[in-house]
């Protein structure tokens, strides 16, 4: 079965450094998706791509993130100055056609630490 | 926030039905219910979904009332591996997931 895939599984980095999280989406799937989770937390809608565009994005994606989709398979999210708080799971997520009747999968999350 | 509304937590007995209920009063006529669960800080699992009419796959099954304002998730014979969180999302045209504090379901043996 398709799967979502995310890298790296864990990512340390220091306050102030730029990092860049991976997904590969199924690959028939046009819609591309990030959430995060804070530990303990809801998970919570960052932004979503589609044809190379920002489809939507939440308030808590502000200037310091951005997403590409750099290549046909890779499906990226750059924060620029990483802050303590960015400190959370990311996920990734896919999905065909958009609608409301299309079923977002995700991925397995990169556990993101800021010291 | 999250247009739904569901128990902080439940519990049920390995082999039994669980029946997990999600309240959706707001609900639109062309917003479907969605239901995910996530195992620790794994990914959301996707388990169901359905608009007006029940549901059943491999997984469970889902029954929404003739108003639409409220839905159950049935695991049929739960499994110490079902105990997560689940999720209960009511999806917006813009296909917009907002997800929200879920029901944590423990399996006991």
């Known amino acids: 079965e398709p799967e979502v895939t995310q890298t790296p599984s864990h990512q340390v980095t220091q306050m102030g450094q730029e990092v860049i999280l991976r997904c590969v989406p199924i690959?028939?799937?046009?819609?591309f998706y990030w959430y995060r989770q804070i530990l303990g937390q809801k998970v919570e809608f960052l932004v979503s791509f589609y044809n190379n565009e920002i489809s939507e994005k939440s308030e808590i994606f502000d200037d310091q993130f951005s997403v590409e989709r750099p290549d046909g398979s890779n499906f990226t999210l750059k924060i620029r100055s990483t802050k303590l708080e960015d400190s959370a799971m990311y996920f990734c997520?896919?999905?065909?056609?958009?609608?409301?009747?299309?079923?977002?999968?995700f991925g397995p999350g990169t556990r993101l630490t800021v010291l | 926030d999250a247009k739904t509304t569901q128990p902080t937590s439940m519990d049920c007995a390995e082999g039994r039905a669980a029946n997990l209920p999600c309240n959706h009063s707001?609900?639109?006529?062309?917003?479907?219910v969605y239901w995910y669960r996530q195992i620790h800080s794994q990914g959301p699992q996707y388990i169901i979904h359905g608009l007006k009419n029940n549901e059943t796959n491999e997984m469970a099954s889902l029954i929404i009332t003739e108003d639409r304002k409220s839905s159950t998730l049935i695991l049929p014979h739960a499994t110490l591996r079902d105990t997560a969180v689940y999720y209960c999302?009511?999806?917006?045209?813009?296909?917009?997931?907002?997800f929200g504090a879920g029901t944590r379901l423990t399996v006991k043996p």
């Open positions: 999302i009511v999806r917006a045209l813009n296909n917009d997931m907002r």
């Open positions: 997520a896919s999905s065909q056609t958009g609608t409301g009747e299309d079923t977002q999968y």
């Open positions: 707001t609900i639109s006529g062309n917003e479907y």
């Open positions: 690959s028939n799937h046009l819609y």
